[in-house]
T-cell receptor, first 116, second 113 residues
Framework: DTGVSQNPRHKITKRGQNVTFRCDPISEHNRLYWYRQTLGQGPEFLTY????????KSRLLSDRFSAERPKGSFSTLEIQRTEQGDSAMYLC??????????????FGPGTRLLVL | GNSVTQMEGPVTLSEEAFLTINCTYTATGYPSLFWYVQYPGEGLQLLLKATKADDKGSNKGFEATYRKETTSFHLEKGSVQVSDSAVYFC????????????FGKGTRLSVIA
């Protein structure tokens, strides 16, 4: 396993701008999750996919947020019209639903967003 | 709803001291329980897990036992090292498969030589 990768690692943007983050899961992991972590808090669930289907969205995911996983491999998370309250670490995780270590979620290093 | 409460930090210990980080949960059904660790500058890593009552998860000298009667999953280590300095997160996953994790707020541990 090469691990979950996320890009960019850091993003600074001005309020009102749109940003997009990318997550590449561990190959053959069919589930992919997005979480958000603010300073001093644990990660909070945003949304997750099984293959290309988005199965659940948290109430934290406002209309300004959209996530896709078009081919069931990498995923993108877009935030439109960013607000200062969007500043956080955005974490991606992936897991498999069968085989060894199924159900264990493996996390990427995160993308740190700062909205000025 | 589902929630996890863990003891607030920071926790500062001397090397070779005994560590306990308390974690209790609220959940419907029978969740799976996890401890994740975040070392400085690194991503979250699974430390150990337990999927049913009375299971004991263990790894790298850390242990935690799934206690259904007290809805707890306390993390313990008999002798901590400086390299154990990190933030520790307790988490649960709803019963029923690969559902999202619910995390506690994390406990920062600092071990001094």
């Amino acid at each position: 396993d090469t691990g979950v990768s996320q890009n960019p690692r850091h993003k600074i943007t001005k309020r009102g701008q749109n940003v997009t983050f990318r997550c590449d899961p561990i190959s053959e992991h069919n589930r992919l999750y997005w979480y958000r972590q603010t300073l001093g808090q644990g990660p909070e669930f945003l949304t997750y996919f099984q293959n290309e289907a988005q199965l659940e969205k948290s109430r934290l995911l406002s209309d300004r947020f959209s996530a896709e996983r078009p081919k069931g491999s990498f995923s993108t998370l877009e935030i439109q019209r960013t607000e200062q309250g969007d500043s956080a670490m955005y974490l991606c995780a992936s897991s498999r639903t069968s085989g060894q270590n199924q159900e264990t979620q493996y996390f990427g290093p995160g993308t740190r967003l700062l909205v000025l | 709803g589902n929630s996890v409460t863990q003891m607030e930090g920071p926790v500062t210990l001397s090397e070779e001291a005994f560590l306990t980080i308390n974690c209790t949960y609220t959940a419907t059904g029978y969740p799976s329980l996890f401890w994740y660790v975040q070392y400085p500058g690194e991503g979250l890593q699974l430390l150990l897990k337990a999927t049913k009552a009375d299971d004991k998860g263990s790894n790298k000298g850390f242990e935690a036992t799934y206690r259904k009667e007290t809805t707890s999953f306390h993390l313990e280590k008999g002798s901590v090292q400086v390299s154990d300095s990190a933030v520790y997160f307790c988490a649960l996953r709803r019963f029923g498969g690969n559902t999202p994790l619910v995390f506690g707020k994390g406990t920062r541990l600092s071990v001094i030589a």
